[in-house]
């Protein structure tokens, strides 16, 4: 069973920063490419930002400037570095994995929420 496990949301003022941690098994880490979905309420799940196997990109215009996406092939471990929030970021952030960059996300990991107060 595929298992992604997040971290790193909480509550932060606009303009603030969060980073987020997503870890999972080194199979599912080296055989993904792996990012960040999120959903706020009413809204549907969207995508924010990818990175490949190979460490290519793909950024939600939204974000695109102030976020960054990273992966450490050590740990198995991708990160959303998100900066100069804003309340329209707001929602669950889900870690996902997909078979390639482009393509939907096959695994998903359990949310969490970032909030952020205007």
């Known amino acids: 069973q595929v298992q992604l496990v997040e971290s790193g949301g909480g509550l932060v003022q606009a303009g603030g920063s969060l980073r987020l941690t997503c870890a999972t098994s080194?199979?599912?880490?080296?055989?993904?490419?792996m990012g960040w979905y999120r959903q706020a309420p009413g809204k549907q799940r969207e995508l924010v930002a990818m990175?490949?196997?190979?460490?290519?990109?793909n950024y939600a215009d939204s974000v695109t400037g102030r976020f960054a996406i990273s992966r450490d092939n050590v740990k198995n471990t991708v990160y959303l570095q998100m900066n100069s929030l804003e309340p329209e970021d707001t929602g669950v952030y889900y870690c996902?994995?997909?078979?390639?960059?482009?393509?939907?996300?096959?695994?998903w990991g359990q949310g969490t929420q970032v909030t952020v107060s205007s």
């Open positions: 080194q199979y599912t880490f080296n055989t993904n490419s």
């Open positions: 990175i490949s196997t190979a460490g290519s990109t």
């Open positions: 996902a994995g997909a078979y390639s960059l482009t393509r939907l996300p096959r695994y």
